[in-house]
């Protein structure tokens, strides 16, 4: 099956730009950088998770809903596109919180993402102390269809094989531009987190019948459940692409990056989002881009590329959690 046979809500600024990164490239004294800039997706401040919530918002449709529920922690990247997506269809939004990061500032807990939802319309529910997300979201769920509504769930991260669907169509977008440039990738670096854009930059390599190597960089600090995910998003969208089964060299997942843990700053983020403001004059957020970078930024230092290979690096957004931050980068 081919992508534009799946329903489809449109929602994202594409194609987003594909830009070298030349002056991080001179002063890392690298391999060929280029940027591809999902930050600038559009929706509600842009990010990755719009290209998944296009095809998860025509799902919704497809099958009549009213409204779509979906979790994430209160600094969200995810949640806050859900809702812009939500508000863009005429969907009603209900977000289930977490607080998953033991980060106490007005900023955090107010502030960024947040605010944003609170903007964007959306009806939020916090999880109770040691209740998870899942529990409360299928208790909200279940709510919603005695009010009379018709929920439709999506899931953290938007990472399901629907949602998967953007990234592979992603890659095909980067095929052309590639193409238009005259560049040939050779790696593609991105942050790693609920699974479901490498799954679907596997998916669109796979598709495209790309060589690059895609290499997932782990910003949750526990790859092996996170490498699980995305082998079972994989192939669960392999089977509905028809596409047969994905090569276990197609996984790769690259840890010691996140460090203390999910959404705590380190030195290594602060270093790559300083770099990348003060070079390129990109701003990247702290969880995810920020070091997902820093490990491309090691990886380089420790000669893990060759000096003709190019690396794109995939841009996945998230700059509003930025000011959530600001303690650290004073």
Known sequence: MQLDQF???????????????????????????YIKRDDCTGLAIGGNKTRKLEFLIGDALRQQA???????????NHVRQT????????????????????????????????????????TIHYCDPGETRAARSAKVMEELRRAGETPYYVPTGGSNAIGARGYAASMVELAQQATSQ?????????????????????????????????????VDHDPEPLMEAVRKIAQ??????????????????????????????????????????RLEGILLDPVYAGKAMAGLIDMVRQGRFSADETVVFIHTGGTPALFAYADSFA
């Open 182 to 218: 005259g560049v040939t990738i050779d790696k593609i670096v991105v942050a790693s987190s609920s699974g479901g854009t490498q799954a679907g930059l596997i998916l669109g390599k796979a598709l495209t019948q790309s060589k690059a190597a895609i290499i997932g960089i782990d």
């Open 7 to 33: 329903p489809k809500f449109a929602l994202a600024h594409l194609p987003t730009p594909l830009e070298p990164l030349t002056r991080l490239q001179a002063a890392l004294g690298g391999p060929r950088l």
């Open 66 to 76: 009213t409204a779509v529920l979906s979790e994430g922690g209160i600094q969200s």
């Open 236 to 277: 669960e969208g392999a089977a509905e692409l028809e596409l047969g089964k994905i090569a276990d060299e197609d996984f790769r997942l690259v840890p010691g990056y996140a460090a203390p843990g999910y959404g705590l700053p380190n030195a290594g983020m602060i270093e790559a989002v300083d770099l990348l403001a």
């Open 83 to 122: 809702a812009a997506a939500a508000a863009k269809a005429g969907l009603k939004c209900h977000l289930v919180l977490e607080c998953n990061v033991p980060i106490d500032r007005p900023a955090y807990t107010a502030g960024g993402n947040l605010l944003l939802d609170r903007l964007l319309g959306a």
